[in-house]
Every structure is written in C-alpha cells, then in structure tokens.
C-alpha cells in the first residue's frame, strides 16, 4: 500500500482487487478530501473481499476461499483481514493528508 498527496488531491494505491467497501470508508474517513483509489497496483493481483462478503459467503465463495490461488498462499485470508484492511487503508492515507 502506498499514498500520496498531490496538492490536496490524496491517492492510493492497494494491492489486488479490494472491494469497493474500502474505497466508500476511506472516502468517509477524509470528507472534503478528493480521493483516488487505485488497485492492481504494486505487485498483486488477487481479491481483497469485504466483511460483507464474509457475512454473505453465499455468492463470494470463489473471493473469499480460492483468492489465495492468485498470490500462492498456502491458506485462505482470515476472517479479520476487512478490518485489517480497512485500518491500514485509513492509517495509510491519514500519513499523508
């Protein structure tokens, strides 16, 4: 993750493919801020589900137990990942703006 701040305009830049959660709390978290929110970028390419996602596994199964294949993980992601995300999503654009 990275982010940077381009005369008040704040981009930043995740790995794989988060859900679209993360950019509406990020945007919620800096209002006023104009945000860009930019995946695929830094050398990963799998997806990156939402707590959503994992309370309605119905629908999300292929993101949320096989997206482990992409980055050659041995293991699904965890449960606690969407709130781990979130925060450092947060942290990470908060270190900039």
């Not at 493919?17 to 990020?26: H, I, K, L, S, T």
């Not at 993101?63 to 993980?73: G, L, N, P, T």
């Amino acid at each position: 993750m990275a982010a940077v701040n381009v005369d008040g305009v704040l981009f930043f830049f995740s790995q794989g493919e988060p859900f679209c959660e993360y950019q509406m709390a990020a945007r919620a978290a800096f209002p006023g801020k104009t945000l860009f929110f930019a995946g695929y970028t830094n050398g990963q390419n799998s997806y990156l589900p939402s707590a959503y996602a994992y309370e309605r596994r119905k629908g999300y199964e292929y993101e949320i137990e096989q997206m482990h294949v992409y980055i050659k993980a041995p293991y699904p992601l965890s449960e606690t990942m969407p709130a781990s995300y979130e925060k450092a999503v947060i942290e990470t654009i908060n270190e900039v703006q």
